[in-house]
């Protein structure tokens, strides 16, 4: 039987055994994979199961499906490729062993873990801050003088300036070191002072989409992106 490993930041979360010929991955709770988390859309993509092959196919889902990091519409899987959808990772194995621990639903049987669970109620909590708020927010983690900004403009600048939107601390900062753009509901990310001062998941950027759950660093003040619903 196949077998899907899901991980998430490299902590396995879930192991997932089925005996079905297709299951579905997908945000809500109706999916045989579960992904709690706003970057992955309600019906992502799905997986067909034939006795020699995997097929994973895409949903024509917002943010894409990527097996072995190459985006993909739809693609037959070898053993331990990897499938990235929003920030997990799916790892398919060709056959698994059943194991007592695991729960059986309608031929898929289902590990869970701790992670997964804080996951989920993570997730939880960003919903219903963005349904509470009716727009995106920036969650403040460290080096903040306030713990939610909300993105309800089109433009929002940072920086070290007295007339900024939201403030940021560290050394060597601009008066006005980046600014958060809205376009076509998307929102971007722009770095407009000193060099590498402007984070996005640790990496230095110029100009980067923001997705949800991406931890966005300028100067030392982390803040995550909590996308509002489309």
């Known amino acids: ?3 899907i490993i899901v991980k998430y930041e490299d902590k396995v979360i879930e192991r997932v055994v089925t005996e079905k010929k297709r299951i579905s991955i997908g945000r809500t709770a109706d999916n045989d994979i579960v992904l709690d988390n706003l970057g992955v859309s309600r019906r992502h993509a799905q997986m067909e199961f034939n006795p020699d092959s995997a097929v994973i196919i895409d949903n024509e889902s917002l943010n894409g499906t990527f ?3 190459r985006k993909v519409t739809e693609e037959i899987l070898k053993d331990d490729d990897q ?3 929003g920030k997990f990772n799916l790892i398919y194995h ?3 062993e059943r194991s007592s621990n695991l729960t059986d639903m309608d031929g898929t049987m289902v590990l869970r873990t701790k992670k997964q669970k ?3 109620e993570r997730d939880q909590k960003a919903r219903e801050l963005v349904e509470k708020s009716g727009c995106s927010v920036l969650l403040g983690l460290e080096n903040v003088n306030k713990k939610k ?5 089109d433009l929002i600048t ?3 300036s007295k007339f900024v939107d939201i403030g940021v601390k560290g050394f060597f900062l601009s008066r006005i070191q980046a600014k958060i753009v809205r376009e076509n509901d998307n929102f971007f990310l ?3 002072g000193r060099k590498n001062k402007t984070k996005v998941n640790g990496a230095s950027i110029r100009r980067e989409r923001l997705k949800n759950d991406d931890l966005v660093q300028v100067g030392r003040s982390v803040f995550r992106f909590v996308e509002g619903n489309k």
């Open 1 to 3: 039987m196949p077998e």
């Open 67 to 69: 097996v072995n990091s």
């Open 83 to 85: 499938i990235t959808i």
């Open 94 to 96: 060709k056959n698994a």
């Open 118 to 120: 804080e996951l989920l």
């Open 149 to 153: 900004f909300y993105l309800d403009r």
């Open 158 to 160: 940072l920086g070290k």
């Open 190 to 192: 722009l770095n407009l």
